[in-house]
């Protein structure tokens, strides 16, 4: 079946530790999005990815990086610089373009704790 | 710039009984809306989206909801709630001059009471 898979469904970090969480599709999607979530704020935009090999700085994308070497796959890596990285993390794909009226798929998330 | 607003961070209502979320948005251009749900330690799912034509707008589960927009609003109903339909509900607008990057609401927690 098409989908996105998230990797880990939990993980825990100590502090000073980079993590890094894993999103693959198999949609065809030329966007891919990483969005976190904390009680009470809604999704907030880390990065998204529109084309392989190019990424865009979202909302709050200090402390965390990404890479789209493949279009299939956007790792998001959450470095010791975030200062708060205990939250829900939300990947997504789209198909992207301008002209495009539809929806955005979800990954099941993937939850970080920071020891 | 696009923005979205869920007044609500709670809706309680009866096993039963016709349950509304709300939505206002703001644009430039047209918008495009979109509501999802979101069960526990799950990712969002889609449920419905306007983009054009009539302003009722028929969704899955038994959802739906009507673009109004002189008020600017995009409010989620149901005629007859069920204890699961309790969930966390996200309102997302897009503008039709803007980029195709989406925007969140807070999300509103829909508990429905036996």
């Known amino acids: 079946d098409g989908g996105i898979t998230q990797s880990p469904k939990y993980l825990f970090r100590k502090e000073g530790q980079n993590v890094t969480l894993s999103c693959e599709q198999n949609l065809n999607h030329d966007a891919m999005y990483w969005y976190r979530q904390d009680p009470g704020q809604g999704l907030r935009l880390i990065y998204y990815s529109q084309i392989v090999n190019d990424f865009q700085k979202g909302d709050i994308a200090e402390g965390y990086s990404v890479s789209r070497e493949k279009k299939e796959s956007f790792p998001l890596t959450v470095t010791s610089a975030q200062k708060n990285p205990t939250a829900f993390y939300l990947c997504?794909?789209?198909?992207?373009?301008?002209?495009?009226?539809?929806?955005?798929?979800f990954g099941e998330g993937s939850r970080l704790t920071v020891l | 710039a696009q923005s979205v607003a869920q007044p609500e961070d709670q809706v309680n209502v009866a096993e039963g009984n016709p349950l509304t979320v709300k939505c206002t948005y703001s644009v430039s251009g047209n918008p495009y809306l979109f509501w999802y749900v979101q069960y526990p330690n799950r990712g969002l799912q889609f449920l419905l989206k306007?983009?054009?034509?009539?302003?009722l707008v028929k969704g899955s589960y038994g959802f739906e909801a009507e673009f109004n927009k002189s008020q600017t609003s995009f409010h989620l109903k149901k005629p007859s709630a069920l204890v699961s339909d309790s969930a966390l509900y996200f309102c997302a607008v897009r503008d039709s001059r803007g980029s195709y990057i989406p925007t969140f609401g807070r999300g509103t927690s829909l508990i429905v009471h036996p």
């Open positions: 997504a794909s789209s198909i992207g373009s301008a002209g495009y009226t539809g929806e955005l798929f």
């Open positions: 306007y983009i054009t034509g009539d302003n």
